[in-house]
Protein backbone atom coordinates (compact mmCIF):
# COMPACT_ATOMS: atom_id res chain seq x y z
CA UNK A 1 0.00 0.00 0.00
CA UNK A 2 1.27 3.12 -1.01
CA UNK A 3 1.55 5.99 2.20
CA UNK A 4 -0.34 8.39 0.73
CA UNK A 5 -3.31 6.27 0.74
CA UNK A 6 -3.01 5.06 4.36
CA UNK A 7 -4.46 8.55 5.99
CA UNK A 8 -0.93 7.35 8.68
CA UNK A 9 -0.63 11.33 9.54
CA UNK A 10 -4.59 10.53 11.16
CA UNK A 11 -5.49 8.94 14.33
CA UNK A 12 -9.21 8.17 12.91
CA UNK A 13 -8.98 7.15 9.16
CA UNK A 14 -12.29 5.46 7.30
CA UNK A 15 -11.98 3.30 4.40
CA UNK A 16 -14.62 1.04 2.25
CA UNK A 17 -15.44 -2.96 2.63
CA UNK A 18 -13.00 -5.44 3.50
CA UNK A 19 -10.42 -5.13 0.44
CA UNK A 20 -10.06 -1.05 2.10
CA UNK A 21 -10.30 -2.18 5.88
CA UNK A 22 -7.62 -4.89 5.14
CA UNK A 23 -5.13 -2.20 3.32
CA UNK A 24 -5.36 0.51 6.22
CA UNK A 25 -5.14 -2.15 9.16
CA UNK A 26 -2.58 -4.35 7.21
CA UNK A 27 -0.94 -0.63 6.92
CA UNK A 28 -1.13 0.47 10.21
CA UNK A 29 -0.29 -2.83 12.11
CA UNK A 30 2.99 -3.73 10.28
CA UNK A 31 3.99 -0.06 11.30
CA UNK A 32 3.52 -1.24 14.76
CA UNK A 33 0.36 0.71 15.78
CA UNK A 34 -1.88 -0.79 17.77
CA UNK A 35 -5.27 -1.10 15.30
CA UNK A 36 -8.97 -1.05 16.44
CA UNK A 37 -11.17 -1.41 13.20
CA UNK A 38 -14.32 -0.83 13.62
CA UNK A 39 -17.25 -2.20 11.19
CA UNK A 40 -20.20 -0.45 10.54
CA UNK A 41 -23.08 -2.43 8.61
CA UNK A 42 -26.32 -0.70 9.64
CA UNK A 43 -28.58 -2.24 7.69
CA UNK A 44 -28.31 -4.58 8.85
CA UNK A 45 -25.05 -6.93 10.74
CA UNK A 46 -24.22 -4.68 13.00
CA UNK A 47 -27.67 -3.70 14.37
CA UNK A 48 -28.28 -7.53 14.70
CA UNK A 49 -24.91 -7.74 17.08
CA UNK A 50 -25.64 -4.90 19.10
CA UNK A 51 -29.35 -6.19 19.53
CA UNK A 52 -27.79 -9.95 20.17
CA UNK A 53 -25.12 -8.32 22.40
CA UNK A 54 -27.92 -6.62 24.32
CA UNK A 55 -29.61 -9.89 25.60
CA UNK A 56 -26.15 -11.70 26.53
CA UNK A 57 -25.53 -13.64 23.00
CA UNK A 58 -22.35 -14.41 21.61
CA UNK A 59 -22.54 -13.70 17.96
CA UNK A 60 -20.26 -15.48 15.44
CA UNK A 61 -20.05 -13.99 12.29
CA UNK A 62 -19.41 -16.20 9.27
CA UNK A 63 -18.64 -15.30 5.68
CA UNK A 64 -20.77 -17.80 3.75
CA UNK A 65 -24.11 -19.15 3.78
CA UNK A 66 -23.58 -22.88 2.46
CA UNK A 67 -23.20 -26.32 3.97
CA UNK A 68 -19.86 -25.39 5.79
CA UNK A 69 -21.93 -22.85 8.12
CA UNK A 70 -24.36 -25.38 9.74
CA UNK A 71 -21.15 -27.73 10.42
CA UNK A 72 -19.61 -24.84 12.01
CA UNK A 73 -22.46 -23.50 14.18
CA UNK A 74 -22.82 -26.66 14.89
CA UNK A 75 -19.61 -27.26 16.09
CA UNK A 76 -19.83 -24.21 18.45
CA UNK A 77 -23.56 -25.11 19.96
CA UNK A 78 -25.10 -21.93 18.02
CA UNK A 79 -28.33 -21.76 16.07
CA UNK A 80 -27.64 -20.69 12.44
CA UNK A 81 -29.36 -17.52 11.15
CA UNK A 82 -31.42 -18.54 8.25
CA UNK A 83 -31.76 -16.25 5.22
CA UNK A 84 -33.85 -13.26 5.86
CA UNK A 85 -36.99 -14.21 3.07
CA UNK A 86 -37.58 -17.21 5.02
CA UNK A 87 -37.08 -16.13 8.51
CA UNK A 88 -40.81 -14.28 9.48
CA UNK A 89 -40.75 -17.68 12.03
CA UNK A 90 -37.20 -17.39 13.14
CA UNK A 91 -34.24 -15.90 13.72
CA UNK A 92 -32.30 -14.31 10.86
CA UNK A 93 -29.84 -11.30 9.69
CA UNK A 94 -32.90 -8.90 11.17
CA UNK A 95 -32.38 -7.23 14.00
CA UNK A 96 -36.47 -7.74 15.18
CA UNK A 97 -36.18 -11.51 14.94
CA UNK A 98 -33.15 -11.51 17.26
CA UNK A 99 -34.99 -9.45 19.57
CA UNK A 100 -37.88 -11.46 19.33
CA UNK A 101 -35.89 -15.19 19.82
CA UNK A 102 -36.85 -17.39 22.51
CA UNK A 103 -35.06 -17.14 26.10
CA UNK A 104 -32.95 -19.99 25.53
CA UNK A 105 -31.04 -18.78 22.61
CA UNK A 106 -27.46 -18.33 24.13
CA UNK A 107 -25.12 -18.11 20.41
CA UNK A 108 -25.68 -17.43 17.11
CA UNK A 109 -24.09 -17.99 13.46
CA UNK A 110 -24.54 -15.16 11.51
CA UNK A 111 -23.62 -15.24 7.81
CA UNK A 112 -23.12 -11.88 5.99
CA UNK A 113 -21.89 -11.32 2.61
CA UNK A 114 -20.88 -7.92 4.26
CA UNK A 115 -20.86 -7.31 7.91
CA UNK A 116 -19.42 -10.65 8.63
CA UNK A 117 -16.78 -10.83 5.77
CA UNK A 118 -15.28 -7.78 6.63
CA UNK A 119 -15.03 -8.31 10.35
CA UNK A 120 -13.00 -11.67 9.57
CA UNK A 121 -10.85 -10.06 6.90
CA UNK A 122 -9.95 -6.87 9.62
CA UNK A 123 -9.20 -9.26 12.25
CA UNK A 124 -7.59 -11.58 9.78
CA UNK A 125 -5.13 -8.04 9.34
CA UNK A 126 -4.14 -7.78 12.71
CA UNK A 127 -6.72 -5.46 14.30
CA UNK A 128 -8.95 -5.41 17.29
CA UNK A 129 -12.69 -5.47 15.97
CA UNK A 130 -15.54 -3.50 17.01
CA UNK A 131 -18.89 -3.61 16.02
CA UNK A 132 -21.17 -0.73 15.49
CA UNK A 133 -24.29 0.88 14.74
CA UNK A 134 -26.33 3.94 14.73
CA UNK A 135 -27.65 2.24 18.34
CA UNK A 136 -24.37 2.09 20.45
CA UNK A 137 -22.71 4.80 18.44
CA UNK A 138 -22.02 6.49 21.89
CA UNK A 139 -20.93 3.64 23.85
CA UNK A 140 -18.70 3.30 20.80
CA UNK A 141 -17.00 6.54 20.80
CA UNK A 142 -16.71 6.16 24.63
CA UNK A 143 -14.45 3.16 24.77
CA UNK A 144 -12.24 4.75 21.81
CA UNK A 145 -11.97 7.83 23.66
CA UNK A 146 -10.70 5.86 26.85
CA UNK A 147 -8.22 3.75 24.95
CA UNK A 148 -6.81 6.74 23.41
CA UNK A 149 -5.71 8.60 26.50
CA UNK A 150 -5.33 5.32 27.89
CA UNK A 151 -2.33 5.07 24.88
CA UNK A 152 -1.30 8.31 25.07
CA UNK A 153 0.94 7.89 28.37
CA UNK A 154 2.70 4.77 26.61
CA UNK A 155 5.48 4.20 24.41
CA UNK A 156 5.80 3.47 21.01
CA UNK A 157 3.31 4.82 18.08
CA UNK A 158 0.08 6.55 18.36
CA UNK A 159 -3.19 3.78 18.00
CA UNK A 160 -5.07 3.82 14.75
CA UNK A 161 -8.90 3.47 14.58
CA UNK A 162 -9.73 2.51 11.69
CA UNK A 163 -13.48 3.15 10.39
CA UNK A 164 -14.50 0.40 7.80
CA UNK A 165 -18.05 0.70 6.72
CA UNK A 166 -19.25 -2.43 4.89
CA UNK A 167 -21.21 -1.15 2.15
CA UNK A 168 -23.51 -3.53 -0.03
CA UNK A 169 -23.07 -5.71 -3.02
CA UNK A 170 -24.28 -4.74 -6.42
CA UNK A 171 -25.90 -8.13 -7.56
CA UNK A 172 -22.44 -9.06 -9.28
CA UNK A 173 -21.59 -9.82 -5.53
CA UNK A 174 -18.51 -8.42 -6.50
CA UNK A 175 -18.30 -4.32 -6.63
CA UNK A 176 -18.96 -2.72 -3.48
CA UNK A 177 -22.08 -0.77 -3.21
CA UNK A 178 -21.24 2.18 -0.97
CA UNK A 179 -23.92 3.04 1.43
CA UNK A 180 -25.51 6.12 2.84
CA UNK A 181 -26.35 4.25 6.59
CA UNK A 182 -23.09 2.73 6.71
CA UNK A 183 -21.73 6.23 6.37
CA UNK A 184 -23.77 7.94 8.77
CA UNK A 185 -22.86 5.28 10.77
CA UNK A 186 -19.12 6.23 10.96
CA UNK A 187 -20.03 9.44 11.30
CA UNK A 188 -22.22 9.03 14.27
CA UNK A 189 -19.22 7.28 16.22
CA UNK A 190 -16.75 10.01 14.94
CA UNK A 191 -19.24 12.35 16.64
CA UNK A 192 -18.95 10.44 19.31
CA UNK A 193 -15.20 10.83 19.70
CA UNK A 194 -15.10 14.72 18.80
CA UNK A 195 -17.29 15.59 21.28
CA UNK A 196 -15.45 13.29 24.44
CA UNK A 197 -11.91 14.76 23.42
CA UNK A 198 -13.19 18.06 22.84
CA UNK A 199 -10.35 20.91 22.76
CA UNK A 200 -8.21 17.78 21.77
CA UNK A 201 -9.93 16.78 18.54
CA UNK A 202 -7.21 19.27 16.39
CA UNK A 203 -6.79 18.09 12.83
CA UNK A 204 -4.85 15.67 13.40
CA UNK A 205 -7.75 13.86 14.76
CA UNK A 206 -9.39 13.16 11.66
CA UNK A 207 -8.48 11.78 8.17
CA UNK A 208 -10.73 13.81 5.26
CA UNK A 209 -12.22 10.95 4.83
CA UNK A 210 -13.60 9.69 8.48
CA UNK A 211 -14.31 13.90 8.69
CA UNK A 212 -16.48 13.64 5.72
CA UNK A 213 -18.76 10.76 7.12
CA UNK A 214 -18.96 13.47 10.42
CA UNK A 215 -20.43 16.20 8.04
CA UNK A 216 -22.59 13.88 6.29
CA UNK A 217 -24.08 12.38 9.87
CA UNK A 218 -24.61 15.92 11.16
CA UNK A 219 -26.85 16.33 8.30
CA UNK A 220 -29.25 13.57 9.25
CA UNK A 221 -28.85 13.45 13.07
CA UNK A 222 -32.26 15.04 13.39
CA UNK A 223 -34.06 13.08 11.00
CA UNK A 224 -32.43 9.80 11.24
CA UNK A 225 -35.27 7.18 11.05
CA UNK A 226 -37.11 9.07 8.35
CA UNK A 227 -33.39 8.87 6.15
CA UNK A 228 -32.96 5.27 7.06
CA UNK A 229 -36.34 4.78 5.78
CA UNK A 230 -35.37 6.46 2.49
CA UNK A 231 -31.88 5.32 1.64
CA UNK A 232 -31.85 2.73 -1.01
CA UNK A 233 -31.35 -0.39 1.72
CA UNK A 234 -34.19 1.29 3.92
CA UNK A 235 -36.59 1.03 0.55
CA UNK A 236 -35.04 -2.11 0.07
CA UNK A 237 -36.06 -3.51 3.40
CA UNK A 238 -39.50 -2.20 3.60
CA UNK A 239 -40.30 -3.16 0.47
CA UNK A 240 -39.49 -6.99 1.16
CA UNK A 241 -41.43 -6.55 4.36
CA UNK A 242 -39.18 -5.58 7.40
CA UNK A 243 -39.87 -2.17 8.51
CA UNK A 244 -39.60 -2.53 11.95
CA UNK A 245 -35.21 -3.32 10.95
CA UNK A 246 -35.49 0.11 9.75
CA UNK A 247 -37.23 1.59 13.40
CA UNK A 248 -34.38 -0.95 15.21
CA UNK A 249 -31.86 0.62 13.42
CA UNK A 250 -32.80 3.97 13.89
CA UNK A 251 -32.47 3.57 17.90
CA UNK A 252 -29.92 5.90 18.10
CA UNK A 253 -28.04 5.65 21.46
CA UNK A 254 -30.16 2.90 22.94
CA UNK A 255 -27.47 0.55 23.50
CA UNK A 256 -24.94 1.04 25.93
CA UNK A 257 -23.24 -2.43 25.28
CA UNK A 258 -19.76 -2.41 22.91
CA UNK A 259 -19.33 -5.68 20.87
CA UNK A 260 -15.40 -6.95 20.42
CA UNK A 261 -14.40 -9.78 18.21
CA UNK A 262 -12.66 -11.97 20.25
CA UNK A 263 -11.55 -15.72 19.70
CA UNK A 264 -13.95 -15.59 16.29
CA UNK A 265 -16.95 -14.24 18.38
CA UNK A 266 -18.61 -11.18 19.13
CA UNK A 267 -19.19 -10.24 22.46
CA UNK A 268 -19.28 -7.43 24.72
CA UNK A 269 -16.45 -6.21 25.98
CA UNK A 270 -14.05 -3.17 26.86
CA UNK A 271 -10.78 -2.80 25.44
CA UNK A 272 -7.98 -2.44 27.42
CA UNK A 273 -5.08 0.73 26.47
CA UNK A 274 -3.08 -1.73 23.56
CA UNK A 275 -6.66 -2.31 22.30
CA UNK A 276 -7.17 -5.52 22.89
CA UNK A 277 -10.27 -6.45 24.53
CA UNK A 278 -10.65 -7.50 28.27
CA UNK A 279 -10.71 -11.03 29.63
Known amino acids: MKPFHSQDRHVVRLEWGPTGGRALTTYAAERGESVIAVVLD ?22 WRDESAQRFAAEHRAELARPRSHAHDG ?3 SPRSIRDAPADLKALVLPSPNGSTTSAVLAESGATVVAASLRNRAAVGHRLVEHLRAAAGTSGRPP ?5 PAGERWPDDHTLRPSAEDLWGAGAVVEAVVARLEHQAGPLLL ?8 HAWLGVAHRVEDALAASASGRELIDIGWPDDVEIAAEVDGSERVPVLRDGAFVAAGLLADGRPEG
Request: glycine residues 2%; contains cysteine.
Open 42 to 63: VLSFTTCVSVACDRGLTVYPYR
Open 91 to 93: VSL
Open 160 to 164: AIVLV
Open 207 to 214: SPEAELAL
